[in-house]
């Protein structure tokens, strides 16, 4: 099956600092990933959706500058959160369909546990 | 827009017995997926079980099974024999056909007790 690894799985930075999560599709090749967050004990939010080439497509309510998107390749999305606060500390996993188009499946990378104290 | 609805923050069973966990949702597609993907404690989502809207047949993957009513908007999971290791987090997801898009629901909490 369609393996997507995602790096680091748990991450402490200072306030005020970058944070980069990676996002690696590493049997296929993702020209769309999605980037989520999950709160303790509640449901995954879809932030954006990541498009090889070009530019990420952000839900509603989710700052653009805060949370940068690159997919710089066809195996590869990245996540920076920018100038991290303590009420970004969230745990954030990834997403890549799989190869067969027609069932819609998609695999998810184990997250990343992002503390920013 | 389309939402989905899991009406059970928290269930249990008993090891080997069976378990119905419910999903709702709401949808003006006609094409579209139905998941139900399981969170462990290590937070790993893992695929359990897919339905397409189009076929009546209700899917199911060895223990796993689900009862979809498409006039009623209703896709249950049914774990059988229940066992230790199905302790998790279950969230049902919809996907609109041509989109890989999920809306999860906001999840069941699973606990089998030995």
């Known amino acids: 099956g369609a393996v997507v690894s995602q790096h680091p799985s748990w991450v402490i930075c200072k306030s005020g600092t970058s944070v980069k999560i990676e996002c690696r599709s590493l049997?296929?090749?993702?020209?769309?990933m999605f980037w989520y967050r999950q709160f303790p004990k509640q449901s995954l939010m879809l932030m954006a959706t990541s498009n090889e080439g070009s530019k990420a497509t952000y839900e509603q309510g989710v700052e653009k500058d805060k949370f940068l998107i690159n997919h710089a390749s066809l195996t590869l999305s990245t996540l920076t959160v920018t100038s991290a606060h303590p009420e970004d500390s969230s745990f954030y996993i990834c997403?890549?369909?799989?190869?067969?188009?027609?069932?819609?499946?998609?695999?998810f990378g184990a997250g990343t546990r992002l503390s920013v104290l | 827009a389309q939402t989905v609805t899991q009406s059970q923050p928290e269930m249990s069973v008993q090891e080997a017995e069976t378990v119905t966990l419910s999903c709702t949702y709401d949808?003006?597609?006609?094409?579209?997926?139905l998941f139900w993907y399981k969170q462990p404690p290590s937070r790993q989502m893992i695929l359990v079980i897919r339905?397409?809207?189009?076929?009546?047949q209700n899917a199911t993957e060895n223990r796993f099974s689900v009862n979809f009513q498409k006039a009623a908007k209703s896709f249950s999971l049914k774990i059988s024999d229940s066992q230790l290791g199905d302790t998790a987090m279950y969230f049902c997801?919809?996907?609109?056909?041509?989109?890989?898009?999920?809306?999860f629901g906001t999840g069941t909490r699973l606990k089998v007790l030995a």
């Open positions: 949808t003006s597609e006609s094409n579209y997926y």
């Open positions: 997403s890549a369909p799989g190869t067969e188009a027609a069932k819609n499946i998609q695999y």
């Open positions: 997801a919809f996907t609109a056909s041509g989109t890989y898009k999920y809306i």
């Open positions: 049997d296929f090749q993702a020209t769309t």
């Open positions: 339905q397409e809207a189009y076929k009546q």
